[in-house]
């Protein structure tokens, strides 16, 4: 009865971290391009053409194999945005 007990308890757990893994595997969710810009906007940055084009960027798609996402974010870190507020126009939140 003891070895049946346990078997259950260990399926029971690897069920357990199976769920907990998909949450904590899935990637962030990417703001729109209207939300980048709202964003870096109150955060007193200049809205300009090279920040339109970086967040027009900010959306769920891919150019090739590259998350769009880490492309609003690269651009937008070439540009002279600090590194949270990167993140943050970028990324839903």
Known sequence: M???ARRVAVA???VVAAGALQFAATAPASAS???CRT???SHKYQI????E???GY???GATGAIPNRMICMSRLHDLGVKDQHV???CNAR
């Open 2 to 4: 003891r070895k049946a």
């Open 12 to 14: 029971a757990g690897m």
């Open 33 to 35: 391009p209207a939300q």
């Open 39 to 41: 964003y870096l906007s």
């Open 48 to 51: 300009g053409v090279k920040v």
């Open 53 to 55: 084009v970086a967040c």
């Open 58 to 60: 900010a959306n769920d």
């Open 87 to 89: 993140d943050a126009a």
